[in-house]
């Protein structure tokens, strides 16, 4: 028989188990994850100057201690992906092995789930066991979201007066996350070399707020045009001051070309002051 482990009352971060031994669900949850994380990054960076956030992937978040011989993880979720504000990145100087509820008493502000089935265990509602029950009536994320790849879409859930209200999309389908300032829609396109509708983070213009990788892409571009701007105004600059040397050497042409025919008009006895300006008509 498998003795459980002893814990203190009640267990922190380091006394509870980090897994839960089951697999990823397909290969595209880690970029997912990932996509939504690095995008976010400079938002959160604004919002939180002082650092004072975390972000979890497949991380649990203990609820309840269960009673033996419950296994301890199943006192826990572990969603996809998760945002906390206002607590430090690492705890007692150690990286965060789960967040325990009890410990830090401030909940998730999103939890996002990534469905790989019909999306049923992410809508079931089963009193202390269904996850949106948890959801809902424990954790208590301020938004909950479910996406699913299959269908190309997302729900999202806003916890108002204690229970969830499913959130209406605006004209583009995207669902406004008020307190980052962003939303959150559905984007095909390509990331890590695979072609999926993507579950991505978007402004409030519309716009997708760029990955690293395409923030890196965009400062290029943008010293590549401010470059080529530069040798335009500069080749610009070059010709006006080549138009006007060739204007003053046109002028002094003119000039000299008065002069020789003045001194021939006095060399044949005329007065160039004398003729008239304007020939007859």
């Known amino acids: 028989m498998i003795s459980q482990p002893e814990f203190s009352l009640p267990p922190d971060h380091t006394q509870l188990p980090e897994s839960d031994g089951t697999f990823v669900k397909n290969f595209q949850e880690h970029p997912q994850s990932i996509l939504l994380t690095d995008a976010l990054e400079p938002v959160l960076q604004t919002l939180h100057p002082d650092g004072q956030y975390c972000i979890g992937q497949d991380c649990g978040i203990y609820w309840r201690v269960p009673t033996p011989p419950e296994p301890p993880e199943r006192g826990a979720e572990a969603p996809?992906?998760?945002?906390?504000?206002?607590?430090?990145?690492?705890?007692?100087?150690?990286?965060?092995?789960?967040?325990?509820?009890?410990?830090?008493?401030i909940p998730p502000l999103v939890v996002l789930e990534f469905a790989s089935g019909d999306?049923?265990?992410?809508?079931?509602?089963?009193?202390?066991?269904?996850?949106?029950?948890?959801?809902?009536?424990?954790?208590?994320?301020?938004?909950?979201?479910?996406?699913?790849?299959?269908?190309?879409?997302?729900?999202?859930y806003e916890l108002v007066t204690g229970r969830y209200r499913r959130v209406r999309p605006d004209a583009r389908g995207h669902f406004a996350i008020e307190p980052l300032g962003v939303e959150l829609g559905i984007w095909a396109g390509r990331y890590l070399d695979m072609e999926l509708p993507w579950l991505?983070?978007?402004?409030?213009?519309?716009?997708?707020?760029?990955?690293?990788?395409?923030?890196?892409?965009?400062?290029?571009?943008?010293?590549?045009?401010?470059?080529?701007e530069a040798r335009q105004e500069r080749t610009a600059r070059e010709q006006a001051e080549v138009e006007v040397h060739r204007e003053r050497t046109a002028r002094e042409q003119a000039e000299l070309r008065a002069a020789l025919l003045e001194e021939r008009l006095r060399r044949l006895g005329l007065d160039p002051g004398e003729l008239p300006r304007d020939a007859p008509e």
Request: aromatic share 16%.
């Open 200 to 228: 991505r983070w978007w402004d409030q213009a519309g716009n997708p707020l760029p990955t690293g990788q395409e923030r890196a892409q965009g400062a290029e571009q943008r010293a590549e045009q401010a470059e080529f």
């Open 119 to 156: 999306g049923s265990e992410e809508r079931d509602r089963t009193p202390r066991r269904g996850k949106f029950w948890i959801y809902e009536r424990v954790i208590r994320p301020a938004y909950y979201g479910i996406y699913e790849v299959r269908k190309a879409s997302v729900e999202v």
């Open 80 to 105: 996809d992906w998760f945002y906390v504000p206002e607590v430090p990145p690492t705890l007692d100087n150690q990286v965060r092995r789960s967040y325990v509820l009890w410990q830090e008493h």
